[in-house]
């Protein structure tokens, strides 16, 4: 038996305005699904992060394009059209496993909102219901206490995206109207209101914490966001036509990719909307068992675990998926860019097998950066970074480069610094480097930050001790300027940005 779809309308923005039945069903459903732009933000989320649970499913459904240009073949409207197509099979994949799923949306699913591209394509396939809320005209007109019509008077309701004459002819022939989807449309939509010697009221971020209302005249242009509605009381005009429904049976086809993404150091506050997006995409994740444990378990998605020194046969993998068109995501620990996946995969996918196969990398939190900035800012000046294992580098060329970063007096982060195979290589590092540093060069040890076992120990180069380190541990050794100071009741370690400053 299929799971059940629900659009669900969570109101304008104040979480009491959600419906008892809403609230019901967030609480009840199996998935959670929800639309976002590029920053992984969604308004509709944070209305119903009261109701969730803390152990369902999440689908962030992030577009791939808002108002920006693609370069997809099929321009502005294809991207998108692909996009819904690929967001209802992702969801449908959870109905047919027989999960219930909830789809928010901001103030009416049916209302100018995203839901109604997912009706479209699943309602028909699916039991479905949908539950109606709140809209923000009505949160609007309520912020103004202002009535929109009374006894025989029409509303319209306008998108701000019409053009400017065309919006000017509607508000001149209207009784009452308000104008919705403004931002970077309000400067036509005010000219437009002029045009048809029309004034108003505007309301921003209707019933949420930071509302704001203003006679229309009286707003900066540059200043207003998307959820943001214009309110003229008066007039008759013309509802606008229904879009023209989507095929439903037409296939979807979809072009397979790799996305390399790093974790961060430690837990889901790390990880960046970019990549959160990435990873809700996914078909497929791949990467090193104890990484993919990171990302929370999302039974439509399939996983491949393997050790950590298969890296190429990884990268295959990963790359064969996406040649068959699966949406892959290769998941590293920190920034996949810095001693992780992005190369060893991209060494792979230089192979002519590979070539059409398309690659992304994107940047996330390293534990140098993490590590520098729990403890200060120990690489504010120019540093190295060096791995001290010798598995893909002999350790000739570890100790050159270890002595040329200090005898350039640049601060070092050292990734890798030692493990049971490894015991002896940091306490040769630490020797080596004092042949060209002083004793006293600060040394900060960060193990496991942002996490449950952070440690993070202030000590010199000569007091150094390799038993205090392992392989989660990062070892940033300063320069000649990095200074320690005390603050309240710890130490702050920074190297200051002008060479060779040692004022207060």
């Known amino acids: 038996m299929s799971g059940r779809l629900y659009g669900v309308g969570v109101g304008p923005g104040d979480p009491e305005l959600v419906t008892v039945k809403a609230a ?22 944070q209305i119903a992060a009261p109701h969730l649970r803390g152990d369902q499913i999440e689908e962030a459904l992030v577009y791939p ?5 693609t370069d997809h073949p099929g321009g502005y409207q294809g991207a998108i059209d692909e996009f819904y197509a690929e967001a209802a099979e992702r969801l449908a994949a959870h109905l047919d496993a027989g999960r219930d799923v909830v789809v928010l949306a901001e103030g009416d699913p049916l209302f100018y909102g995203s839901y109604m591209h997912m009706h479209k394509r699943l309602a028909h396939r699916y039991p479905t219901e949908v539950v109606p809320g709140v809209t923000s005209i009505s949160g609007a007109s309520a912020a103004l206490g202002q009535p929109l019509v009374e006894r025989d008077e029409v509303l319209t309701v306008l998108p701000g995206t019409l053009s400017r004459t065309e919006l000017a002819r509607r ?20 000219d437009a209101v002029g045009d048809a010697g029309r004034t108003g ?33 008066g007039a008759l005009a013309a509802s606008l036509p229904a879009p023209e429904p989507a095929d439903l049976d037409e296939p979807v086809h979809r072009r397979g990719e790799v996305v390399v993404v790093g974790t961060g150091p430690a837990g889901r506050d790390w990880l960046t909307p ?30 491949h675990p393997s050790d950590n020194r298969v890296e190429a046969e990884r990268a295959a993998h990963a790359l064969d998926l996406a040649a068959s068109g699966r949406s892959v995501a290769v998941v590293s ?19 002519e097998k590979y070539v059409d196969v398309p690659v992304r990398v994107l940047p996330a939190v390293t534990a140098s950066s ?64 004092l042949e060209h540093r002083d004793p006293d060069t600060p040394v900060v040890l960060g193990r496991d930050v942002g996490g449950a076992g952070e440690r993070i120990v202030v ?4 007091e150094l001790d390799p038993d205090q380190v392992d392989m989660r541990t990062l070892v940033i050794v300063g320069s000649s300027t990095t200074r320690v100071v005390r603050r309240n009741g710890r130490d702050v370690v920074f190297t200051p940005r002008q060479y060779g400053r040692v004022d207060s």
Not at 335 to 348: H, Q, T, Y
Not at 459 to 462: D, P, R, V
Request: hydrophobic content about 50%; cysteine-free.
């Open 201 to 233: 009221f505007y309301v921003e971020k209707a019933t949420m914490p930071d509302q704001r209302t203003a006679r229309l005249d009286d707003v900066d242009p540059g200043s207003v966001p998307y959820f943001a509605v214009a309110l003229l009381p």
């Open 333 to 351: 620990g920190g920034d996949p860019g810095v001693f992780a996946m992005a190369a060893a995969l991209l060494e792979v996918a230089s192979e």
């Open 171 to 190: 508000l001149a022939d209207t009784d009452s109207a308000a104008v919705l989807k403004l931002g970077r449309t309000f400067p036509a939509v005010l």
């Open 65 to 69: 394009v808002t108002t920006e240009a």
């Open 459 to 462: 000590t010199t180069l000569a």
């Open 274 to 303: 970019q990549v959160a997006a990435a990873l809700a995409a996914a078909d497929d994740l791949v990467g090193y068992g104890p990484y993919l444990a990171r990302v929370p378990p999302n039974p439509r998605q399939n996983r």
């Open 370 to 433: 993490a590590v520098a900035a729990a403890v200060g800012a120990p690489l504010g000046h120019d540093h190295a970074v060096i791995s001290l294992s010798d598995r893909l580098k002999p350790w000739e060329v570890v100790a050159e480069r270890l002595a040329a970063a200090a005898r350039a007096d640049l601060a070092i982060a050292i990734y890798n610094p030692r493990s049971a195979a490894r015991p002896w290589q940091l306490g040769a590092a630490r020797d080596l480097l």
């Open 24 to 45: 019901r069903l967030i609480a009840a459903a199996d998935v959670i699904a929800y639309h976002s732009a590029r920053h992984g933000r969604s308004i509709a989320r």
